[in-house]
């Protein structure tokens, strides 16, 4: 953690849905738009809701092993409960920040969750992992190299954002234009029903 320094490079691993966190947000919302687990899901054909919501999660520690014990990672912040604003803070020393772009794809369910249950994406960002299952902070020089190790393990992973340092109000995750991305990735037909608060 120490080693930690402003222009280090922060990829993201793609997580595979929601990975357990938020789950009784999600059954509040199933209820309130009356839908039932054995209903299709409004996000992904072919699937029921149920099936969709309960995508096993991720478990990392083969495919990223290799990654990390090259040398070359600094930090590795898996993004469970708490999300991304509270599991990223974990690894970094408190005058440094963690400045996200919302760039990564973002799989439908997160659109869908924000969308129907009319959930901002400061709520979002700290209740579910919005696509990305784990961060590794890394240099620069390294950034490309470790992507393409953990490519070749069988994980999807893209640069996602830079470390910065803490501003005055101590935040120390910022996302860069989480809500449209939210929004964009969100079946249609739930973005014309609801919108963001």
């Known amino acids: 953690m120490s080693d930690i320094k402003t222009g280090d490079v922060i990829i993201g691993i793609s997580s595979s849905g929601i990975h357990s966190n938020g789950f009784s947000l999600v059954r509040k919302l199933v209820e ?8 299709p ?17 991720k478990v990392y520690s ?7 014990r090259s040398g070359k990672v600094k930090a590795f912040a898996h993004i469970t409960g708490g999300g991304l604003l509270e599991n990223i803070p974990r690894v970094l ?5 963690a400045y996200l772009k919302s760039k990564w794809n973002i799989p439908p369910v997160f659109g ?56 005055s109000d101590g935040e120390q995750v910022r996302i860069d234009g989480l809500q449209e991305a939210l929004l964009n990735s969100a079946p249609k037909k739930w973005c014309v029903i609801f919108t963001f608060k």
């Open 32 to 39: 309130r738009v009356a839908l039932s687990y054995s209903d």
């Open 41 to 57: 899901c409004p996000f992904e054909a072919g699937k029921s809701l149920g099936q969709c919501l309960l995508t096993p999660t």
């Open 62 to 68: 083969k495919t990223l092993l290799p990654s990390i």
């Open 93 to 97: 020393p408190k005058h440094l920040c």
């Open 112 to 167: 869908w969750i924000a969308t129907a249950g009319n959930i901002n994406a400061s709520e979002m960002a700290r209740t579910f992992n919005c696509g990305i299952g784990g961060v590794f902070i890394v240099n620069e020089a390294d950034a490309e190299e470790v992507i393409q190790m953990v490519k070749g393990s069988g994980e999807e992973c893209c640069t996602i954002g830079n470390i910065v340092a803490t501003e």
